[in-house]
């Protein structure tokens, strides 16, 4: 339990039992009666000679029956002093009833302690436990409830206040051009794409009417809806308008566009343009064909923030580059009616019936507000009337009646373990890759695998050096308890994860792919491993980069890093958490030259992804060059290549599961847990906002005021 | 005098090629400076375009001359593409600049006329309990953290009152949003006036043409006003234009805690984003305003105190 | 959410993870104390051999080092400590390595400012005829007039490097975790103010405390030093 300890240490100077008692007793008078208990024990022994054990057990139980709290904790100590057995028991048994007003605690202390001591050594124990009664209970009691404001908006006017970190795109969602970075745009139901994700299919047509795929699958015909308006009368969306858009998205035929994630568009087309046949179909020539062409690259909601969102291609020829970084023209319920860069956007309903869905709000107005406690005041004061809540807030907010809003969005926070290099050619070149000469290998990294050379001078007996890795990787996946993270870190909102890609909501996972939390088994795989605890009991070290701490607002990453941290260094591994510029990390990264772990959803880490996608792109050479998850593996490129170009879903289904009995057993990317996105809207004011599944807020076309 | 301004002038331009050779230096310690021209995308970039940067920035030729082109094309206006938004730094700067010199404004006259007639009162009270209260109040102001105070009037004005909006710039010239934003901005520079003039006061006050004055038989408020404060107003005159450099450094903070759209929002988005051509569009902005207010202040010395010489 | 008002235990009350906040305090005063006394310290030393030489010499070397320091001066301070630790990546070296950066120019030019003054004063030009090298004059005769000055600088300049890393860590680039500090205690507890105003109030007084004891030392030490400063 590391994580609740942080670094710092209560000192007793003394000789531990009496501190312990006294820490208990005194708390408990302090505390008697409040459901959370929170007790810091230090034990400071002072033992001399050379065969010292220690043993420190804490069991405790919590059950919670109705209102009343049993705890037991019981700490029994043994030491063995240079011949001399002395023993040590101490139990103490605390009954606390909540509802009611007895209050019953027994303290019962056995001790044996010899007299008088040699100090030869001084060991220092912390031991901190816990005991929390169920979180509801302890919400209710504790939280600091919001008074439900009123809104101070006009009516049928609704303020939203969102993080609006990046500089562009206020919601930081990338472009939909590489000209015009309005990302917003779909959030803000000012843009829509040909697709968009529907409760179980992704692929619902939006402006695309329907499809007409080759048998061969190398080419697509879409024919698009007629009647479409483009803002503030700039005609009729046609076929070439779309076409425009992909193609000038597309580095291979523009090569300005470094729009986020556009190299998805040239794995996708190659350097063939889209082409527009009539009014309203356009042709595309698949390069390599991906099963999610429709269900994700030319969808609403693309993945790492690519967009082909509609745009009116006569604008930009009469008006210019310039003039479409300022503005925006697209087919959405609402029109940017106003957009500062990195400040503001509003968007203002449509003066004519809309093809899709009328609002029943006039205007919806975005600001950016980097800092949490600003955004809550706003809403608090009715000054805004949805914000965007950071995960700590979430719990207070929902217990004040607030009304929680989102797509069903979280990303999922996994540690992935780069250098792991175990393709031997390139899948794009198909050039065989030099492995002796490369940096990865030429140390021992405890949980980097070398399958070209995997017998090396550290290695157990019995076990090579891929085994010996997987098992070190197994145990950094077993001794973290992903439960508490969620309970401390994210205030109980959030779910575990164990592999990160998978959902342990959706109906194809299967509890066995778990990772339990077992720090004991954890370190009997290190000992297995060939890393046994030294005398300080330090078995590695290990470095964990968790992006950025510039931009504090971003999340709670640096937590969670944190967390993760330090239940490793429970089991005996030294950690360096590494907070810096992903830009400083990321180069090491793109030529695979890392061993740095990395807390990351890496992609497609998104809890509302559908299970049957073809996982594993960025875990290949595919994406040499770019971005990757930092290790390569020939079997996770298998996999991907036949689930990208499997038409049938539960044929990808199945090849998902392989790779997801793969992901457990290798461990290369372990889960820890899915940080939710959420807002919260001011219920006095705003009665509903239905949203599709995505990874943002989205559709405010569907918001119904009171 | 003629000679000194021109003297001054050329300082001033040597001071700020310097600066911008410190700011190029920034973008290349860590080697390939296209990791801060290029935005992040998350399945990498083509190779061309990657080739295309290098040839935009002069990757190919010697460092010296890479500074001296980058130089060149910043003296004559051209500062180059954000990054994040494609959009030029110059225009970026200019749309954001008034909503910060409105502030900046404010808050440095909020300062001014706060900190420097508190401090000449505290002088002339020398030693009483006013004194005591008014330099415990500059003691206190320069010693919490601007952030903290923010939050707090946050929380006791917008939250628990509910007088003031919690934060943004608002809606056309909404004057009620300038509240809490100048007043924490100007907190500190207020200290700072309140303890300078109250030290500058007291010299004076002490000196021999003052107590030569007052043996005259002048009154106490000529005294104060004619013959002090004329003299002890060089070193806040001073201060002023370091207070408003200063709250640059201020805005940053304030502007992210308050949501207030100006410079300061903008170079810690630019921060966050790895945005290097705006972070030194901005810092050259910066250094070139300041050097053209520290010429502004010596003529402005020079009119005032004839005793400055010129060398 | 497991906030406790202040108790016998914990005497200042305990933060959102149940630490107490008294522990955390003291626990953050020697990682800040540090790194704001070795930034300082390095700041100072750096700052007034660079200032002893610039001013001892005069000349060409004077002209350079005075131009870097003009050209420090007109950036904008927070804004370029931030892109250094951008680049530099975080750590407690890098903090202390800006923290410093910050504090040599001051240095510089005050320590320039007396020597330029002292090495015309008769006893360094007696020195001088007697054969003794500028090593030697700066370091026997130079150093010990300017190092009064020094010290009530860098006294005065300690509290506003606390601020400074305190505005740092608010922006998240300051004293990186795990090690506590104080910045980083207000920083983020500061969602906590309204429901628990402690968490933060503590060690924003326990900086604002230690900021004025500096200010405090440092008119006293000036005042004992240069007594027409004395603030009366």
């Known amino acids: ?706 | ?311 | 959410m497991e906030d406790e008002n202040a108790s016998i235990s914990y005497f200042l009350g305990t933060d959102a993870l149940g630490r107490d906040i008294l522990s955390k305090i003291i626990a953050g005063a020697r990682v800040t104390v540090l790194v704001v006394l070795a930034a300082v310290g390095t700041g100072i030393i750096v700052g007034t051999t660079i200032g002893l030489v610039s001013g001892y010499f005069g000349g060409i070397i004077d002209d350079i080092v005075m131009r870097f320091v003009d050209a420090w001066n007109i950036l904008p301070g927070l804004l370029i400590i931030l892109v250094i630790v951008l680049v530099l990546e975080q750590s407690l070296e890098t903090l202390i390595i800006v923290l410093a950066i910050v504090s040599w120019p001051g240095a510089v030019r005050l320590v320039r400012a007396e020597t330029l003054s002292l090495k015309n004063r008769e006893y360094v030009a007696l020195a001088r005829v007697a054969g003794a090298s500028n090593a030697r004059i700066m370091i026997r005769h130079i150093l010990p007039g300017v190092v009064n000055i020094v010290i009530v600088t860098a006294t005065l300049g300690t509290g506003n490097i606390i601020l400074l890393e305190a505005s740092l860590s608010y922006l998240g680039a300051g004293i990186p975790p795990p090690e506590p500090s104080w910045g980083r205690m207000i920083s983020e507890e500061r969602q906590y103010i309204d429901a628990a105003w402690w968490t933060s109030l503590f060690p924003g007084l326990v900086i604002a405390m230690v900021v004025m004891s500096g200010n405090f030392l440092g008119d006293w030490f000036r005042d004992r030093v240069d007594p027409t400063l004395r603030q009366l």
């Open chain 1, 1 to 706: 339990m590391k994580i609740l300890t942080d670094k710092f240490k209560r000192k007793t100077v003394t000789a531990g039992l009496l501190s312990i008692v006294a820490a208990i007793a005194v708390f408990a008078v302090a505390c008697g009666g409040t459901e959370t208990v929170i007790q810091t024990v230090v034990v400071k022994e002072q033992v001399p000679g050379e065969t010292v054990i220690q043993t420190v057990v804490v069991e405790k139980e919590v059950q919670v029956a109705g209102e009343t709290v049993v705890q037991t904790v019981v700490v029994e100590k043994e030491v063995q002093v240079a011949g001399e057995t002395v023993i040590q028991t101490v139990v103490v048994e605390r009954e606390v009833e909540v509802a009611g007003e007895t209050v019953v605690q027994t303290v019962v202390v056995e001790k044996e302690v010899p007299v008088e001591v040699v100090v030869v050594e001084e060991v220092e124990k912390e031991v901190e436990v816990v005991v929390t009664a169920t979180p509801e209970a302890m919400m209710e009691e504790k939280l600091d409830l919001i008074d439900l404001p009123q809104s101070k908006s006009q009516p049928g006017h609704v303020i939203f206040a969102d993080v609006g970190s990046a500089l562009g795109a206020i919601t930081g969602n990338g472009g939909s051009l590489p000209d015009a970075p309005l990302g917003g745009a779909r959030n803000w139901g000012a843009g829509e794409s040909l697709f968009t994700p529907g409760d179980a299919d992704w692929d619902i047509p939006m402006l695309a009417e329907s499809w007409d795929l080759a048998d061969d699958l190398s080419s697509v015909t879409i024919t698009i809806r007629q009647g479409v308006q483009f803002h503030n009368d700039w005609g009729e969306l046609k076929a070439e308008d779309i076409a425009w858009v992909m193609n000038r998205t597309n580095p291979a035929i523009n090569a300005e566009s470094i729009a986020a994630s556009a190299a998805n568009l040239t794995a996708l087309f190659g350097d063939v343009p889209v082409e527009a046949i009539d009014d309203y179909t356009i042709s595309a020539q698949f390069n390599n064909f991906d099963v999610r062409w429709a269900s994700n690259f030319l969808n609403q909601e693309a993945s790492g923030g690519l967009t082909t969102i509609a745009t009116s291609k006569r604008a930009f020829d009469e008006n210019g580059r310039d003039w479409l970084k300022d503005n925006f023209v697209g087919t959405g319920p609402f029109a940017v009616t106003d957009f500062k860069s990195g400040t503001s956007a509003t968007m203002t309903k449509v003066g004519y019936d809309h093809w899709r869905k009328n609002p029943s709000i006039e205007s919806l107005r975005v600001l950016a507000v980097p800092e949490e406690f600003t955004r809550v005041a706003l809403l608090q004061n009715g000054e805004s009337d949805v914000s965007f809540i950071d995960p700590k807030d979430l719990a207070r907010m929902k217990q004040s009646g607030f009304l929680e809003v989102g797509a069903g969005a979280g990303i999922q926070e996994g540690v992935m373990f780069p250098g792991n290099l175990w393709e031997t050619t390139n899948a794009i070149t198909g050039e065989a890759i030099d492995f002796p000469s490369h940096g990865v290998f030429v140390r021992e990294i405890p949980w980097v695998g070398n399958p070209h050379n995997p017998e090396d001078a550290d290695n157990p007996s019995g076990i090579d050096d891929m085994e010996q890795a997987r098992l070190v990787r197994q145990a950094l996946a077993r001794s973290v308890d992903r439960e508490a993270i969620v309970e401390h870190v994210l205030g109980g909102v959030g779910q575990p994860v164990h592999v990160t890609y998978f959902s342990t909501f959706n109906p194809n996972w299967e509890s066995q792919f778990e990772y339990p939390y077992d720090p004991d088994e954890a370190g009997r795989m290190l000992d297995q491993a060939g890393y046994p605890a030294d005398d300080n009991g330090t078995r590695f070290q290990i470095p964990l980069f968790v992006g950025p701490e510039l931009g504090g607002g971003e999340g709670p990453a640096g937590e969670i890093g944190d967390a993760i941290a330090g239940f490793w260094e429970d089991v005996g591994i030294r950690v360096e958490v590494l907070k810096y510029a992903y830009g400083v990390f990321r180069p090491g990264l793109v030529s695979r030259s890392t061993v740095v772990p990395m807390l990351t959803s890496c992609d497609d880490g998104k809890e509302s992804y559908p299970f049957d996608w073809p996982k594993g792109l960025v875990q290949t050479t595919l994406t040499r060059g770019g971005f990757s998850c930092g290790f390569e593996s020939p079997d996770i490129l298998a996999w991907y290549e036949a689930a990208a170009s499997e038409p049938d879903r539960s044929e990808r289904i199945r090849i998902n599961k392989e790779y997801l009995a793969y992901m457990h057993n290798w461990a290369l990317f372990p889960g820890y847990v899915t940080v939710p996105q959420a807002y919260y809207a001011n219920p006095n004011y705003i009665a509903e906002w239905p949203m599709h599944v995505g990874n943002s807020y989205n559709s405010p076309e569907n918001i119904v005021l009171r």
């Open chain 2, 1 to 311: 005098m003629g000679q000194f301004i021109a003297r001054r002038v050329v300082l001033g331009i040597i001071a700020l090629m310097l600066a911008m050779l410190i700011v190029f230096s920034l973008s290349r310690v860590k080697g390939d400076p296209r990791y801060f021209f290029i935005g992040e995308d998350s399945l990498g970039i083509d190779p061309a375009v990657w080739e295309e940067w290098g040839r935009r920035l002069n990757l190919d030729k010697p460092v010296p001359i890479q500074f001296a082109l980058w130089m060149g094309d910043i003296l004559t206006g051209d500062f180059g593409d954000s990054v994040t938004t494609q959009r030029g730094v110059l225009e970026i700067i200019g749309e954001k600049a008034p909503n910060t010199i409105q502030l900046g404004i404010i808050a440095w006259l909020l300062g001014t006329l706060v900190g420097v007639p508190l401090g000449v009162f505290s002088a002339t009270n020398r030693g009483n309990f006013l004194d005591y209260v008014l330099r415990g109040f500059a003691l206190f102001g320069q010693s919490v953290p601007i952030f903290w105070l923010a939050l707090v009037m946050i929380f006791v004005f917008a939250v628990n009152l509910g007088w003031l909006p919690s934060g943004t710039k608002g809606e056309g010239l909404a004057i009620r949003n300038f509240v809490m934003p100048a007043v924490a901005l100007a907190w500190f520079p207020a200290a700072s006036y309140l303890r300078i003039t109250r030290t500058a006061m007291l010299e004076i006050l002490d000196s021999e043409f003052v107590k030569f004055a007052r043996a005259k038989g002048v009154a106490q408020a000529p005294v104060r006003w004619k013959h002090a404060f004329r003299n002890a107003i060089i070193p806040p005159l001073t201060l002023s234009v370091f207070v408003l450099f200063g709250l640059l450094n201020g805005t940053i903070i304030i502007e992210t805690v308050f949501a207030w759209p100006g410079l300061g929002r903008l170079a810690i988005d630019a921060l966050w984003a790895t945005d290097y051509p705006l972070l030194a569009g901005l810092a050259i902005i910066y250094g070139a305003a300041f050097v053209v207010m520290i010429l502004s202040l010596d003529i402005v010395y020079a009119l005032l105190d004839p005793r400055i010489k010129y060398n």
